[in-house]
């Protein structure tokens, strides 16, 4: 079965400062990785996704993930983060389980932005 | 245009009453999903649906009754539910069933149950 771990629950960040959340799956076949972000009371939004190709991904919002099979991490990257991006981040993995996909989440990590 | 609507935004309701949180989508996407969300937790799967067919069920308790009227609509039906039951509820869909394919979420019910 599908997993996966997020091992930062809380990330601390300021302003203008470059942010790196950690991401690491368990998963025996191709992964299919995605990061979402939700801020308070609100849905997931996708920030980018992974299954093949280019192993860096780049998406909304200035966003980026680096896949490393060898590691099986799936890391997300901004290089100056805003107090905007304060939310609770998902990486997450695709599986296709009997019936239909099955998305695995990670336990998420509450960014907090200090101005 | 990538929107999942969710009605109603908050509900309350005694362990007695019957409600129905409702999902829609205009995207053409043929799989459906609810979530469960608690808080300071991630989203847990509850069912899917594919081509308007139950193709999961995570074990759900009956008091939580799924109908998928048509493709683009997702319903569920809520019965004599217990305050743990408490939580966001999500829908997301997707072009169908892939691993692959992206689930885009709707903003969520937020349920109390009292």
């Known amino acids: 079965a599908q997993s996966v771990t997020q091992p930062d629950i809380h990330i601390t960040v300021s302003e203008g400062a470059s942010l790196e959340l950690r991401c690491n799956y368990s998963?025996?076949?191709?992964?299919?990785l995605f990061w979402y972000v939700q801020s308070p009371g609100q849905g997931l939004q996708l920030l980018l996704k992974?299954?093949?190709?280019?192993?860096l991904v780049q998406g909304i919002k200035g966003f980026e993930a680096e896949f490393k099979r060898s590691q099986s991490s799936f890391n997300l990257r901004k290089p100056s983060v805003h107090w905007s991006d304060a939310a609770e981040y998902f990486c997450?993995?695709?599986?296709?389980?009997?019936?239909?996909?099955?998305?695995?989440f990670g336990t998420g990590t509450q960014l907090k932005v200090e101005l | 245009d990538t929107e999942v609507t969710q009605t109603p935004k908050h509900l309350v309701m005694g362990m007695t009453n019957k409600k129905s949180l409702k999902c829609e989508q205009h995207?053409?996407?043929?799989?459906m999903y609810w979530y469960k969300q608690k808080a300071k937790k991630p989203p847990e799967l509850m069912f899917v649906?594919?081509?308007?067919?139950?193709?999961i069920n995570e074990s759900v308790p009956s008091r939580f009754s799924p109908e998928c009227p048509n493709s683009s609509l997702l319903n569920l039906h809520l019965h004599a539910l217990q305050p743990e039951d408490s939580a966001l509820y999500l829908c997301?869909?997707?072009?169908?069933?892939?691993?692959?394919?992206?689930?885009?979420f709707g903003p969520g019910t937020r349920l109390l149950v009292l």
């Open positions: 649906y594919s081509y308007e067919k139950l193709s």
């Open positions: 997301a869909s997707s072009q169908d069933t892939s691993a692959r394919e992206t689930q885009y």
């Open positions: 998963y025996g076949a191709t992964p299919y």
């Open positions: 995207m053409g996407h043929r799989a």
């Open positions: 992974y299954f093949s190709g280019d192993t």
């Open positions: 997450a993995v695709g599986a296709l389980t009997g019936g239909g996909n099955k998305l695995t």
